[in-house]
Nanobody, 122 residues
Framework: QVQLVESGGGLVQAGGSLRLSCAAT????????MGWFRQAPGKEREFVSA????????SYADSVKGRFTISRDNAKNTVYLQMNSLKPEDTAVYYC???????????????WGQGTQVTVSS
């Protein structure tokens, strides 16, 4: 089983940027498509973005298209989420996910990290 540890969350003003990181250990990183989900207080966990095992394929929720960029460094076993033009509605706990392919990760995630809090003030 892969283990995932997120970092990079914090408090930022609206319009600002953050970069989240998710480090994977325990299993070969290139065997997993990776993704990001988020959960705001009182809401269900929702898909944000995913990336294929090679890094060539990506997918995004409509709410973050054009503002967020997912990437991965297979040499560092790490996936990133660059978040620009942040809005208060982006406030949530962000979770990293690992799964067998991008379709599965996009649909339902997979193995989960513990999450990192992102708070965007207005």
């Amino acid at each position: 089983q892969v283990q995932l540890v997120e970092s990079g969350g914090g408090l930022v003003q609206a319009g600002g940027s953050l970069r989240l990181s998710c480090a994977a250990t325990g299993r070969p990183f290139t065997g997993y498509a990776m993704g990001w989900f988020r959960q705001a207080p009182g809401k269900e966990r929702e898909f944000v973005s995913a990336i294929s095992r090679s890094g060539i394929g990506t997918s995004y929720a409509d709410s973050v298209k054009g503002r967020f960029t997912i990437s991965r460094d297979n040499a560092k076993n790490t996936v990133y989420l660059q978040m620009n033009s942040l809005k208060p509605e982006d406030t949530a706990v962000y979770y990293c996910a690992a799964g067998p392919n991008i379709a599965v990760v996009t649909a339902k995630g997979g193995a989960w990290g513990q999450g990192t809090q992102v708070t965007v003030s207005s």
